[in-house]
């Protein structure tokens, strides 16, 4: 029997290596790739909870986050596709008109 | 053993897919990375009794969410994106920001400690399937969340048509 720690560990690691990602790419969709590692970090440890405590909540939490990660993705994307229409760019470090 | 083995297995693919992904130069191979990545998360799925879980992560995010950004990766221009450089110039902050948060959460793991287990012990969840386990629980205790999802996804269709609209100006042309 694997401990629960081991899967709360690799969704951490999981999650962090999303926040690398996020914090350090220029191309925004790969910023928005990286938020859905984060997502699936805290998918894997809600199942885990969800097998080791015996509840069936953490699956339910896990199904709403799929949910929320479609929509963020397509919205997300959308945007993308403005900003890429609009100034002909997708790196965030080229977006700065509103920078003083 | 078997299990072990396994879930080291699962674990290192995680973490080395995850790495290469937010590191390759082309953003197509991250895209195919991540994919491996579901895999591998929904292979963990299953070991841990979410069957349903599983097939929905493999049908929504590897194949409708990767899809949807692998066009967009497309829509946008690719040729120049290899010679480009891929970091931010303060990219060394979030470095550090990752690994001290990574090396804080798997600090602080040990002290967790795990609460009062649910009503879904693993006889009566087999006694009556998995999924249809996960059914009874989202339709009874967390209907209003599921009808707040259904509204959800109304609107990301709405914001996306929205956003991806190509706009005309007053002589109807398209810009």
Redesign the interface.
């Known amino acids: 029997m694997i401990p629960l720690s081991w899967y709360m560990a690799l969704a951490a690691i999981l999650f962090s290596i999303g926040v690398y990602g996020f914090l350090t790419r220029r191309n925004i969709i790969i910023m928005f790739l990286s938020a859905e590692l984060m997502l699936n970090g805290v998918n894997l440890n809600l199942v885990a909870m969800s097998y080791y405590l015996e509840s069936m909540r953490g699956q339910v939490f896990t199904f709403f986050i799929i949910t929320v990660a479609a929509a963020e993705a397509a919205i997300g994307l959308g945007i993308a596709i403005c900003l890429y229409r609009n100034r002909q760019t997708v790196y965030v470090d080229e977006v700065n008109q509103l920078k003083g | 053993m078997l ?2 083995l396994f ?1 080291c297995y699962c ?1 290192v693919v ?2 080395g897919t ?2 290469l ?2 590191t390759l130069k082309n ?1 197509v191979h ?2 195919l990375m ?1 994919l491996i ?2 895999f591998h ?1 929904a292979m ?2 299953l070991s ?3 069957e ?2 599983a097939a ?2 493999i049908i ?2 590897a194949g ?2 990767l899809v ?2 692998l066009f ?2 497309f ?2 221009s690719l040729r120049d ?1 290899v010679k ?6 303060s ?1 060394w ?3 550090l ?3 001290g ?2 090396a804080c ?2 600090y602080i ?2 002290v ?1 400690t ?9 006889q009566r ?1 087999q006694a009556i399937t998995p999924t249809r ?2 059914a ?3 339709y009874s ?2 209907v209003l ?2 009808e707040i ?1 259904g509204l ?2 109304l ?3 709405i ?2 048509l ?3 609209r ?1 706009e005309k100006d007053v002589h109807g042309d398209v810009k």
Request: no cysteine.
């Open positions: 299990m072990l879930f674990a995680i973490t995850g790495l992904a937010v953003p991250s895209v991540v990545l579901f998360v963990l799925y841990l009794g979410a349903f879980l929905v992560q929504v995010y409708a969410i949807l950004y967009v990766l829509l946008v994106e480009m450089p891929r970091f931010v110039s990219a902050l979030g470095r920001i990752a690994g948060m990574v959460l798997l793991l040990p967790f795990t609460g009062a287990k649910g009503d879904w012990p693993a969840v386990a996960l009874t629980e989202m205790a967390s969340p599921f999802a959800i996804l609107v990301a269709v914001g996306g929205l956003l991806a190509r």
